[in-house]
């Protein structure tokens, strides 16, 4: 174990690039797959016909893939029908697409344990279908969906990783670089990006739970 080598000025700053990429990668695609799968969860909790059922056959396809499929199908297989995409948008829009199904459900299920007397008494004051969801439902529905999305988020950070597969030059495919230098570095530079994955997805659970906390 070689830790003054493996801790040299050029190797950590290979593997902070990496830590960057793969914190950008996972900010993007949390964006993208929180708004995506919130319109998704509630159009398919108003039950509108049709729309509502094609959306969930759509949800249901993607969630029973690996998403190391969907990293693939995004990468290799797109180009074969004129869409080109580079490494990084390919990465982001696979994760983005694979969590906004994971979240939709997430979404519908907050929205659907919300007392249906609550909805009925608004309706009953003159809301509209839309007005009742936007106004009452979704607000108390989100306070009980913070902890399972923060959990999805969580878990979005950690599958940047799955993206070495098609070379993102994330955190994980840098430290691989790293140690295949010397593999004295290996334990060194594992536990380097340990500690990193582990300071990101506290410092999330702990937002989470002060959010949480402050709702209730």
């Not at 990496?18 to 993208?32: P, R």
């Not at 190391?68 to 029908?81: E, K, N, R």
């Not at 969801?133 to 913070?146: F, S």
């Amino acid at each position: 174990m070689d830790i003054a080598g493996a801790f040299s000025y050029h190797n950590l700053i290979f593997i902070l690039k990496g830590f960057g990429i793969t914190l950008w990668v996972a900010f993007v695609a949390i964006v993208l797959s929180f708004a995506l799968g919130s319109i998704t969860g509630t159009l398919r909790y108003m039950r509108i016909p049709v729309l509502s059922r094609i959306l969930g056959g759509l949800v249901e396809l993607i969630r029973n893939l690996p998403l190391l499929l969907i990293l693939f199908f995004t990468y290799f297989a797109m180009p074969d029908v004129g869409v080109k995409l580079g490494v990084m948008s390919s990465a982001i829009i696979g994760l983005a697409v694979f969590e906004a199904a994971m979240i939709s459900e997430i979404v519908r299920s907050g929205l659907t344990s919300i007392p249906r007397g609550q909805i009925e008494a608004a309706r009953s004051s003159g809301l509209t279908a839309a007005q009742t969801v936007w106004h009452i439902v979704l607000p108390q529905g989100l306070r009980r969906m913070v902890p399972p999305i923060v959990s999805q988020f969580i878990s979005l950070l950690k599958d940047t990783s799955l993206a070495i597969v098609i070379s993102l030059p994330e955190l994980m495919h840098n430290a691989k670089i790293v140690i295949a230098q010397n593999f004295n570095y290996t334990l060194p530079i594992l536990a380097l990006v340990a500690v990193l994955y582990f300071a990101v997805n506290y410092a999330l659970s702990l937002a989470a739970k002060r959010l949480e906390n402050k709702w209730v």
